[in-house]
């Protein structure tokens, strides 16, 4: 190694100085050179206060620091075979020591030579021939800073296990308040049985399937997916607002009375508005896909549905999947005015309204999961 000598300005004072903030436990530092003299001075000079580790090379001390992290690195620059840039470089890559501050020790001079350090993850320089002042100063600020990096990554851990498990408390209250929601529409609504569980799983498999086709994947991620089943129960919530007259008929309404029943979309829709405005969440992805379920799950994809007439795509995906899925449920459901349908009968009247009632790509959904589909009836069955 080439470096002026001597190593050390002014030994007499070495003795004399104390880091500015030592931790305890004693820091364990790593001093990395390829000359045993250096590192004898080096360690005189630190283990006073130090725990000192030394190493002879640059891949001793890679190995050293992989196995066992220290607080600090000495580095010098200039070495055979791996030069102290490539031992912070790789140091810097490793999760393991990433993190661990380096002091670069080197006789170069140059600007760019210091330029190269800072480039490679160096924290700071320590130019020979050394001050011990100097040494032991750079040493205590970069480990105070280490500490201080290290509590403020420990606080913010602290900090998102905390609002993790707030979000997870705030998740489990949503879903109760919303539970509750649903079934007090069902205890409305005796003849529902376990039509929204149904609905539910049915829209969870429409849409999967639908999210393995080409260009669907941006529109239905899994979390999209699971939102959307999760809202999908609250389709029918306005229902609350109907009169048991109406809501409970033992047969068919009249063209009076189903005037008022189809004002279930907008109430349920102002319903969930409100608790969205309430709770201050109205951008929550939930309650948007279980505003637009509970208002558009009865439009038409030819235009001719209510409450708003929208037709094709301008009608939201997700009324448009509960659109086959609360269909195709009623079908193969009893009713105190009709029989259930066969599940085949169902499956081909989906097919007859594809283009018309329905979206087309919905209806291949349904067909293309059809088996999936009769399993959740049988299971969840009345």
Not at 38 to 65: E, M, P
Request: charged fraction near 25%; hydrophobic fraction near 45%; charge should be negative.
């Amino acid at each position: 190694m080439n470096f002026e000598s001597p190593l050390l300005l002014q030994p007499e004072r070495a003795a004399s100085i104390q880091p500015l903030d030592a931790p305890t436990p004693p820091a364990r530092l790593l001093v990395v050179d390829d000359t045993p003299a250096n590192l004898s001075l080096l360690t005189n000079l630190l283990d006073h206060t130090y725990r000192v580790q030394l190493a002879t090379s640059g891949v001793k001390a890679l190995d050293i620091a992989q196995r066992n992290p220290p607080d600090l690195i000495v580095l010098d620059v200039m070495m055979p075979e791996m030069d102290g840039y490539e031992v912070c470089r790789r140091l810097k890559v490793d999760a393991r020591t990433r993190h661990v501050p380096v002091l670069f020790l080197t006789a170069l001079s140059r600007p760019e030579d210091e330029s190269r350090g800072f480039e490679v993850g160096g924290a700071d320089f320590i130019h020979k021939p050394f001050n011990p002042a100097t040494v032991l100063a750079r040493v205590a600020t970069q480990l105070q800073v280490k500490a201080w990096q290290d509590a403020l990554a420990d606080r913010n851990r602290w900090l998102q296990q905390a609002l993790q498990a707030r979000l997870v408390e705030v998740d489990r209250l949503r879903d109760a308040t919303f539970h509750v929601m649903v079934s007090f529409a069902e205890f409305r609504d005796e003849a529902t049985g376990n039509h929204v569980r149904r609905t539910q799983e049915y829209v969870r498999t429409l849409a999967t399937w639908l999210s393995l086709q080409p260009g669907m994947g941006a529109a239905l991620d899994a979390e999209q997916i699971d939102l959307l089943a999760k809202s999908a129960p609250l389709h029918d919530i306005g229902k609350v607002a109907i009169p048991d007259g109406i809501l409970l008929k033992p047969g068919r309404l009249t063209a009076e009375e189903f005037t008022v029943m189809k004002t279930h979309a907008l109430r349920g829709w102002d319903l969930l508005r409100r608790a969205a405005e309430r709770m201050g969440d109205e951008d929550s992805l939930f309650l948007q896909y279980a505003m637009q379920i509970a208002r558009h799950h009865h439009e038409r994809w030819d235009g001719n549905g209510y409450p708003d007439g929208l037709a094709g795509e301008a009608i939201p995906l997700s009324a448009r999947l509960m659109a086959v899925a609360d269909v195709y449920d009623a079908l193969i459901s009893r009713r105190p005015y009709k029989e259930p349908m066969d599940h085949t009968v169902a499956l081909n009247h989906i097919r007859a309204g594809a283009g018309q009632h329905f979206d087309p790509a919905v209806v291949r959904a349904l067909e293309a999961t059809v088996a999936q589909i009769d399993d959740i009836a049988r299971r969840w069955h009345d």
